[in-house]
């Protein structure tokens, strides 16, 4: 059965790191984009950035670019999104999820089949 775990988040001050990881299990990694997604009380959830099967493409919100950078390792069937700078205004619970369709297609949450469950991300001082 196709899961996503994520893990990594938690609350830090502004300008500092996380770095979240999403492990995929139960299908073959290399067929699917893996998005990260973020979601605040009362808003959609949004596209935060996505990254192709192969890894060779990949697409980031105007919000986040330049800060955040996503990758992936296949042989472990992991996704991490590496979040540095962080802003109070990226305080959000961040969810993964996995897609047939390519980027920045599947940079849309009504693309994406399988979801994990979310990890919080806070930024506060």
């Known amino acids: 059965q196709l899961q996503l775990v994520e893990s990594g988040g938690g609350l830090v001050q502004p300008e500092e790191s996380l770095r979240l990881s999403c492990v995929i299990s139960?299908?073959?990694?290399?067929?699917?984009?893996i998005g990260w997604f973020r979601q605040v009380p009362g808003k959609e959830r949004e596209a935060v950035s996505c990254?192709?099967?192969?890894?060779?493409?990949?697409n980031y919100a105007d919000s986040v670019k330049g800060r955040f950078t996503i990758s992936r390792d296949n042989a472990k069937n992991t996704v991490y999104l590496q979040m540095n700078s962080l802003k109070p205004e990226d305080t959000a619970v961040y969810y993964c999820?996995?897609?047939?369709?390519?980027?920045?297609?599947?940079?849309?949450?009504?693309?994406?089949?399988?979801w994990g469950g979310g990890t919080q991300v806070t930024v506060s001082s």
């Open positions: 990254i192709s099967s192969s890894g060779g493409s990949t």
């Open positions: 139960g299908f073959n990694l290399d067929v699917y984009g």
């Open positions: 999820g996995a897609s047939r369709y390519g980027v920045p297609a599947m940079c849309n949450s009504r693309l994406i089949s399988h």
